[in-house]
Antibody, heavy 128, light 108 residues
Framework: QVQLQESGPGLVKPSQTLSLTCTVS??????????WNWIRQPAGKGLEWIGH???????NYNPSLKSRVTISVDTSKNQFSLRLTSLTAADTAVYYC????????????????????WGKGTTVTVSS | DIQMTQSPSTLSASVGDRVTIPCRAS??????LAWYQQKPGKAPKLLIY???SLASGVPSRFSGSGSGTEFTLTISSLHPDDFATYYC??????????FGQGTKLEIK
């Protein structure tokens, strides 16, 4: 049973950089065709997809955050990470990592995925 | 971006009721839609994928339907544990993946 666990600082100052890690247990991050995602949720609001890294190492980011986001993977530690720069109060949220099992459709030459396993989330507050 | 619209934002119902929660996409997404349930302080939980496929371990009282731009999550008979917020999410395009704003199911 694959499990995900987020870790990182709970408090970060404005203009600084946030670094979060998601540790994958119960399976290898480099096996299969999976998309490893970051999603965030401000208090009392909806879910916002931040981006993903694919098993191959390719990435895709939400255009609204693309200039500030980097997602990377460390297969030796079975982890993937989020780096978000130039933080403001608007980045205060619960951050989740999630797994997406890819399903390739030849007709559209596209890998489709939903998110089937989620971490419990970690709260990040941006404040001086 | 593909916009996902969930209306109403709040729905009141009673235990035992049949409930339908709608979701609309701004562009056709075929059947590339997932539904999640979220309870306060918890991570979202996958209920339905590919519009109508039940995720593993999810009770059969949950079902999904629709294609193109109109989708529905149905709970055939509400249990006390079902009062939560429900989100739809399109995965037709990850430029970007997008969620609806959620429908909170409250006890009447």
């Amino acid at each position: 049973q694959v499990q995900l666990q987020e870790s990182g600082p709970g408090l970060v100052k404005p203009s600084q950089t946030l670094s979060l890690t998601c540790t994958v247990s119960g399976g290898s991050i480099s096996s299969g065709t999976y998309y490893w995602n970051w999603i965030r949720q401000p208090a009392g609001k909806g879910l916002e997809w931040i981006g993903h890294i694919y098993t191959s190492g390719s990435t895709n980011y939400n255009p609204s955050l693309k200039s500030r986001v980097t997602i990377s993977v460390d297969t030796s530690k079975n982890q993937f990470s989020l780096r978000l720069t130039s933080l403001t109060a608007a980045d205060t949220a619960v951050y989740y990592c999630a797994r997406g099992p890819g399903s390739y459709y030849y007709a559209t030459d596209y890998n489709y995925y939903y998110m089937d396993v989620w971490g419990k989330g970690t709260t990040v507050t941006v404040s001086s | 971006d593909i916009q996902m619209t969930q209306s109403p934002s709040t729905l009141s119902a009673s235990v035992g009721d049949r409930v339908t929660i709608p979701c609309r996409a701004s562009h056709s997404i075929s059947r590339w839609l997932a539904w999640y349930q979220q309870k306060p302080g918890k991570a979202p939980k996958l209920l339905i994928y590919k519009a109508s496929s039940l995720a593993s371990g999810v009770p059969s009282r949950f079902s999904g339907s629709g294609s193109g731009t109109e989708f529905t999550l149905t709970i055939s008979s509400l249990h006390p544990d079902d009062f939560a917020t429900y989100y739809c999410q399109q995965y037709n395009s990850y430029s970007p993946l997008t969620f609806g704003q959620g429908t909170k199911l409250e006890i009447k």
